[in-house]
């Protein structure tokens, strides 16, 4: 059964710091492209940052530049969105998804419409 599942959102405080993952099982993520996107409560789901199968290629959207990392570890099937200095307005759901189209991480876009899998979304909180 192909998955992807989300763990480490939560509450936290302005300025603080979360880690994201994304496990994957059913498939081998060595292959795909990662894209992380967020949902925020009465806005469309937007796409954050995609990193490419070989690492080549890393997207970020302008909000998170400078404050959000993401990495990949083929060898343990698991992607990461390390969050660093977070702000209130990045309050959402995130979501991991995963898509064999390597164009469709590239250094200017992440495509939501070329994911091939979906996680369920790990919600994160920040609010003093």
């Known amino acids: 059964q192909v998955q992807l599942v989300e763990s480490g959102g939560g509450l936290v405080q302005p300025g603080g710091s979360l880690r994201l993952s994304c496990v994957a099982s059913?498939?081998?993520?060595?292959?795909?492209?990662i894209g992380w996107f967020r949902q925020a409560p009465g806005k469309e789901r937007e796409g954050v940052s995609c990193i490419s199968s070989d690492n080549g290629v890393k997207y970020y959207t302008d909000s998170v530049k400078g404050r959000f990392t993401i990495s990949r570890d083929n060898a343990q099937n698991t992607a990461y969105l390390q969050m660093d200095n977070l702000k209130p307005e990045d309050t959402a759901v995130y979501y991991c998804?995963?898509?064999?189209?390597?164009?469709?991480?590239?250094?200017?876009?992440?495509?939501?419409?070329?994911?091939?899998?979906w996680g369920n979304g790990a919600l994160v909180t920040v609010s003093s």
């Open positions: 059913g498939f081998n993520l060595d292959y795909y492209v």
């Open positions: 998804a995963a898509s064999r189209t390597y164009y469709y991480c590239t250094d200017y876009k992440v495509s939501e419409s070329g994911m091939d899998f």
